[in-house]
């Protein structure tokens, strides 16, 4: 097992190195890769789950990590990898910069503080992510997967199951991190659907927004703030943000902007 001294765990980056090889096997290979041939792996660390991504065949691993050391680790570590290590904030990456168009899967075991930044982007750059999938706060990955009616459902739940599927695979606790963090982790993937909603997902995620900014009111008094057309009316008004599923969300939106037409 790789001495996980050699890189200082930062708070400030949220790291939490995993220091179980098995657990590190399983989350590298939860993502299905079928078709694609790039995959980015955020925040790699020291490589502890690197290294069983860059053993899979027809597979062109790269990594994005903002920590110096960490770079530094994987240059003097990971020879194959040198020349696919992007020094950078992916928050603020921009994909196009090094893989243009071309699809690619996106994994990692994500920072607790930033993994809701990172959902969002993902559904940003959904037409060039297949599969999406790595290890949240135990709490974010069951939100994700949340079905309607569910206490944690909420605004990434129905973005991310409207554009892709998800599966919540396993849990992993503290004690194979060090420093172990202070809550239960949660491994889960993402596979991108076949056929979109029928709708502008500027004007989803804003619609979605609106409902769950006051998701104790009724749909008819959250969504207030999209200026309702006169005398609308719909079905759905009655209810609250997590009674309605991305079908129904699409549904409801659209009859808005048709009461605007």
Not at 50 to 58: N, R, S
Not at 116 to 125: E, G, T, Y
Not at 219 to 243: I, V
């Amino acid at each position: 097992m790789r001495d996980q001294g050699q890189v200082r765990a930062k708070k400030h980056l949220g790291q939490h190195f995993l220091k179980d090889e098995g657990v590190a096997e399983r989350i590298a290979k939860v993502t299905p890769l079928d078709g694609v041939h790039k995959v980015l792996e955020i925040g790699p660390g020291m490589g502890v789950m690197t290294k069983y991504l860059l053993a899979m065949p027809d597979v062109e691993t790269w990594v994005v990590e903002i920590d110096g050391e960490s770079v530094s680790y994987l240059q003097a570590h990971y020879n194959q990898l040198s020349a696919r290590i992007l020094e950078t904030d992916f928050l603020h990456w921009n994909p196009a910069s090094v893989f243009g168009d071309e699809p690619f899967a996106l994994v990692g075991n994500f920072p607790y503080n930033i993994s809701s930044q990172i959902v969002f982007r993902v559904l940003d750059m959904r037409d060039q992510i297949p599969a999406f999938g790595g290890m949240f706060q135990k709490e974010v990955a069951q939100r994700l997967c949340a079905p309607p009616g569910s206490k944690t459902y909420g605004i990434l739940s129905v973005l991310c199951q409207a554009y892709y599927d998800l599966t919540y695979d396993f849990t992993v606790p503290p004690s194979v991190f060090n420093p172990p963090p202070k809550v239960d982790s949660g491994v889960m993937h993402m596979v991108r659907k076949s056929v979109d909603p029928t709708i502008d997902f500027k004007m989803l995620k804003r619609g979605v927004k609106a409902a769950f900014g006051q998701r104790r009111k009724t749909l008819r008094n959250a969504l207030k703030t999209l200026n309702l057309p006169e005398g609308f009316e719909h079905p759905y008004l009655s209810k609250r943000a997590e009674q309605l599923g991305h079908e129904q969300f699409v549904e409801l939106l659209n009859a808005i902007e048709d009461g605007r037409s």
